[in-house]
T-cell receptor
Framework: GAVVSQHPSRVICKSGTSVKIECRSL??????MFWYRQFPKQSLMLMAT?????????EQGVEKDKFLINHASLTLSTLTVTSAHPEDSSFYIC???????????FGPGTRLTVL | DQQVKQNSPSLSVQEGRISILNCDYT??????FLWYKKYPAEGPTFLIS?????DKNEDGRFTVFLNKSAKHLSLHIVPSQPGDSAVYFC???????????????FGQGTILTVHP
């Protein structure tokens, strides 16, 4: 199957700072990337969908000014958590979908802890 | 509003026996259902899917059954192996088109433990 990587795998930051998480499709071109958030013992909640070269579509209740998504190329999407607060601490997972595949390939996730 | 629910947080099974993981949904517009497996510190990996026009799909040891009238699906693993121990997520998509499943709605997951 196709490989999706995320960087960093774990990040700890101070409250009020911004954190950028990268999601890369390593061996295929991702026409669409998805960003999910998972709280402990809960399901993955879709935050936004991004298509290369266009603005992301955010799910209801997700603040677009707080969670900035950039999908500048067919292999890279970034999620920037701006002015992070402790309640933003969570596990963030991206997935990528290519034109040749009918499934989403998930990255390993990024554990964000905001102190 | 949880549109996809996995009501059993955990399941413990003996090696060689059958594992049955259940999932219920409320949105009748879902037209594809998928099962993912997740190990700690890794992203979910796709296992098997089923279209809403079918009631069964089989792939090796994994079979997914869909009961549309009951809005219920289940994943059967037989025989279960210790390596199957992981978190299993049920997911559903609406208006999947072409080569894309599109937006997925996930259940809460069920932790499967297969004992040797």
């Amino acid at each position: 199957g196709a490989v999706v990587s995320q960087h960093p795998s774990r990040v700890i930051c101070k409250s009020g700072t911004s954190v950028k998480i990268e999601c890369r499709s390593l061996d295929f071109q991702a026409t669409t990337m998805f960003w999910y958030r998972q709280f402990p013992k809960q399901s993955l909640m879709l935050m936004a969908t991004s298509n290369e070269g266009s603005k992301a579509t955010y799910e209801q209740g997700v603040e677009k000014d707080k969670f900035l998504i950039n999908h500048a190329s067919l292999t890279l999407s970034t999620l920037t958590v701006t002015s992070a607060h402790p309640e933003d601490s969570s596990f963030y997972i991206c997935s990528a979908e290519g034109s040749s595949y009918n499934e989403q390939f998930f990255g390993p996730g990024t554990r964000l802890t905001v102190l | 509003d949880q549109q996809v629910k996995q009501n059993s947080p955990s399941l413990s099974v003996q090696e060689g026996r059958i594992s049955i993981l259940n999932c219920d949904y409320t949105n009748s517009m879902f037209d594809y259902f998928l099962w993912y497996k997740k190990y700690p510190a890794e992203g979910p990996t796709f296992l098997i899917s089923i279209s809403s026009i079918k009631d069964k799909n089989e792939d090796g040891r994994f079979t997914v059954f869909l009961n549309k009238s009951a809005k219920h699906l289940s994943l059967h693993i037989v025989p279960s192996q210790p390596g199957d121990s992981a978190v299993y997520f049920c997911a559903a998509s609406e208006n999947a088109g072409g080569t894309s499943y599109g937006k997925l709605t996930f259940g809460q997951g069920t932790i499967l433990t297969v004992h040797p």
